[in-house]
């Protein structure tokens, strides 16, 4: 009996001890249990959130493939203004059909902070985001939709185009954004103008003295020349450029034609102040023309071609059987185009805030016509497309979707 006591008499205290051990290590093992488990919740939380945002772009991806197997073709592939909106708007719908474990649930939806579609060279882009939710967690997948215009296209605010012509209605854009864009890209046109002079002569506002200074500083590439008043007298004609065919650039305070003046300028020309024509004047621009604060006034049987951009900061007025032809973009405040005048804008967007054409005046645009304000045609004046509408409407093809 005292053999056993020695030998077992111990287990009552170690019994005793666990006991306590169990007592003060019980409420530790479940609070660590506890976090274990609410972090492996909120892990799989996030996973799901995961896995159903991409649900969600997933399914505006098989949108975009279901409309390019309906047109036939892959990516991209040919729409109208009418498909375009439509499938943007399929997009914007999409919805879960049922939640999932954890409430979770997925939807397509605009970006916040952007407009939609932004407009910018020849494109229109749409910024949206794929959500996946599950319980607190959110999870995104932010992406652009990209359309590019085939043929010509007019863009106006609501109301801004009143009762249009048969030729245009298919191509007109309701977009009450474009008043913004259409400020945005003026200044950023009267913005490309931002030159520093190589050399400044200021006496210089003859055909000769300006020809003089160009050949005595043709070190520089490009050579950007300020001068003063350049002023074109009757019967004048006059070759711009520098001998060696590099850049050229000149700055005039302003630049004045009389009537039955030729000007090839072999470069780009800055006004700071209006240009006017005379009458029958004739000038060509084989760079950028920029008028940074007035006018452009052409008038009388007057022609004026500008091989690259044409910003002005004020209004460009045509009459009288005037023609202007532009093969970039045309920036302005205001265009108004009278009698009989023409105005050809074949290259990039044609961007202005109010466009007045009137009395059998024509204006005939290959690209985008972006009208910020309102649109007027008076008295057998026309508007036309260049490079041309289709039947159904405005061409446009899908460029892509890219994740932002």
């Known amino acids: 009996m005292g053999q056993y006591k020695r030998e077992h008499g111990h287990v009552l205290p170690i019994a005793l001890m666990l006991v306590v051990l169990l007592t003060v290590l019980t409420p530790a093992l479940l609070f660590l249990s506890s976090n274990g488990f609410f972090h492996s919740k909120k892990n799989s939380q996030s996973q799901q959130a995961r896995f159903l945002a991409d649900a969600a772009y997933q399914a505006a991806l098989q949108i975009i493939y279901r409309a390019a197997k309906t047109a036939d073709t892959s990516p991209p592939f040919p729409l109208n203004a009418t498909n375009e909106l439509d499938l943007i708007n399929q997009i914007r719908q999409i919805r879960s059909s049922a939640d999932t474990t954890d409430n979770g649930s997925y939807q397509v939806t605009d970006l916040p902070g952007t407009s939609n579609p932004e407009i910018r060279n020849g494109q229109r882009i749409y910024y949206l985001q794929a959500q996946g939710m599950a319980g607190p967690v959110v999870s995104t997948i932010q992406f652009k939709l990209l359309f590019a215009q085939n043929v010509s296209q007019i863009i106006v605010p609501p109301g801004g185009f009143p009762n249009p012509p048969g030729n245009v209605k298919d191509l007109i854009v309701y977009d009450p954004n474009t008043r913004q864009y259409a400020q945005n890209q003026l200044s950023t046109g009267l913005g490309s103008a931002a030159y520093t002079?190589?050399?400044?002569?200021?006496?210089?506002?003859?055909?000769?003295?300006?020809?003089?200074?160009?050949?005595?500083?043709l070190k520089y590439d490009p050579l950007v020349i300020r001068v003063g008043t350049i002023s074109l007298r009757n019967n004048t004609t006059w070759q711009c450029k520098r001998s060696d065919g590099k850049r050229l650039v000149i700055m005039a305070d302003q630049v004045v034609l009389a009537d039955n003046v030729s000007l090839t300028m072999q470069g780009t020309l800055i006004s700071e102040k209006t240009v006017s024509f005379g009458n029958n004047s004739n000038v060509r621009v084989e760079g950028d023309l920029i008028i940074k604060n007035g006018d452009f006034v052409i008038e009388n049987n007057s022609m004026c071609?500008?091989?690259?951009?044409?910003?002005?900061?004020?209004?460009?007025?045509?009459?009288?059987?005037?023609?202007?032809?532009?093969?970039?973009w045309l920036a302005a405040s205001q265009i108004q185009t009278r009698n009989n005048g023409t105005l050809n804008a074949l290259g990039g967007a044609a961007i202005v805030n109010t466009l007045v054409v009137r009395n059998n005046a024509g204006c005939i645009f290959n690209n985008q016509l972006i009208v910020g304000e309102t649109i007027t045609l008076q008295n057998n004046a026309s508007l036309k497309p260049g490079s041309g509408s289709g039947s159904d409407g405005a061409n446009v093809s899908f460029v892509g979707v890219q994740k932002l």
Do not use: F
């Open 305 to 328: 071609t500008v091989s690259g951009q044409l910003a002005v900061s004020s209004d460009i007025r045509q009459d009288n059987q005037s023609e202007l032809t532009v093969s970039g």
């Open 197 to 217: 002079p190589n050399v400044t002569c200021m006496s210089c506002t003859t055909p000769q003295a300006v020809d003089n200074i160009i050949q005595s500083n």
